[in-house]
């Protein structure tokens, strides 16, 4: 495939702060990738570059990849790594590797008269979905998010309709307990509530209960961890061992089925602790893995998790994303692509759920993340069809 053209543009993300969007034109026609920019990254995510920089950046790399043909989405991303050496992208930035990447992808798969999702796969398949549908952060409540996820799916507009459904019928219960509720919501467009964990997810466990839905939280530990201690607001102080417990607690008490990243990115040992305890629930790594496949392997190894999230933007390329979800897939992990917070207007994300055949897909209910859920919606119609 030979590149005409190659550009590069500042545009706003979902919280309004810059984000860059590449596009490039080939004989067959023009396509552009954005990349979200994620609130709160972890430490062993590639690296994030200012878009300024990220702007002057490209300027002087572009030349890569005008200059030759390339023939498939390995080489482009093979000369990512060449342009940057670096294994985190510190000299591009790993938010402008995507953008590049992903670019090269929808290209590719024009150049093939094809959606993407169908470039990716000759059998792609419809994921189930994890919905955030109320959240906070530490000192509003100790989880960052709760979702709604369906147990078993008849379509995925079906499963969407349910939660939808289960998403106001939150708000109202929020509003008749929670004095300080006002229909605010976060980053994700769950509802924004200050009531106990505790209080919430009887909430939750009632509404799930009529909708038939399930319950996922996403404890994002590291940001209650402080070295000894997960520190939680009401003053508790919660060793690993007791952290633990917590969660088998919660996970007996409500039709909780999900729990995603209940301890800090480096503790390997109550993951594998929990997910031994917890079978038949789905006991997911996010920053523990950070779409990292040496660090996908070393928790493999460990039994850490039974289930990994799955971002692009934390590992800069859409061939290293690939080759994080078939290590999962051979060693039967469950796989859920996700969305992030300051996320953008690009469905690619939604094409990568469908062909590389994950089985959730992890996005809001709500507010601008309803631009990827329509595409979700689309994509069946013609899976379907």
């Not at 954005?34 to 920089?53: A, F, H, M, N, W």
Request: glycine share 4%; hydrophobic share 40%.
């Amino acid at each position: 495939m030979k590149v005409k053209r190659l550009k590069i543009r500042g545009v706003l993300a979902t919280n309004s702060h810059k984000t860059i969007e590449v596009e490039l034109q080939t004989e067959r026609g023009s396509v552009r990738a954005s990349v979200p920019i994620g609130t709160s990254r972890g430490k062993y995510e590639v690296s994030y570059l200012p878009v300024d920089r990220a702007l002057l950046k490209f300027d002087i790399i572009k030349r890569h990849f005008t200059a030759e043909q390339l023939a498939d989405q390995k080489e482009a991303d093979e000369l990512l790594r060449i342009v940057d050496k670096t294994p985190d992208f510190k000299e591009i930035g790993g938010n402008l590797a995507l953008a590049i990447s992903s670019v090269f992808l929808k290209a590719f798969a024009l150049e093939n008269n094809q959606e993407v999702f169908q470039f990716l796969s000759p059998k792609p398949s419809m994921p189930k979905p994890i919905s955030i549908v109320a959240g906070g952060w530490k000192g509003q409540s100790d989880i960052q998010e709760f979702h709604f996820l369906p147990v078993h799916q008849k379509s995925f507009s079906d499963s969407m309709s349910k939660i939808a459904s289960a998403y106001f019928a939150v708000a109202d219960k929020l509003k008749e307990h929670d004095k300080n509720f006002k229909f605010s919501k976060n980053l994700e467009s769950g509802w924004f509530t200050t009531l106990h964990y505790e209080k919430l997810l009887e909430i939750l466990a009632r509404i799930a209960n009529e909708h038939l839905l399930k319950i996922g939280l996403d404890f994002a530990a590291s940001q209650i961890w402080d070295g000894r201690d997960y520190v939680y607001s009401d003053g508790r102080k919660l060793t690993s061992t007791q952290q633990i417990e917590l969660m088998e607690n919660l996970a007996k008490t409500y039709p909780i089925i999900f729990i995603e990243d209940p301890f800090h990115e480096d503790d390997y040992i109550s993951f594998s602790t929990l997910t031994h305890r917890l079978q038949n629930k789905l006991v997911c790594g996010d920053d523990i893995f950070s779409t990292n496949l040496q660090r996908l392997k070393y928790g493999i190894l460990h039994n850490a998790t039974n289930a990994i999230l799955i971002k692009p933007n934390q590992i800069g390329t859409i061939t290293d994303t690939i080759k994080v979800v078939e290590e999962a897939k051979r060693n039967k992990l469950t796989t859920v692509m996700s969305h992030r917070s300051s996320e953008c207007d690009d469905v690619l994300v939604a094409h990568l759920a469908v062909g590389l055949n994950c089985d959730y897909v992890k996005f809001g209910i709500s507010g601008d993340r309803v631009i990827k859920l329509n595409e979700m919606i689309r994509i069946e119609e013609k899976i379907s069809s």
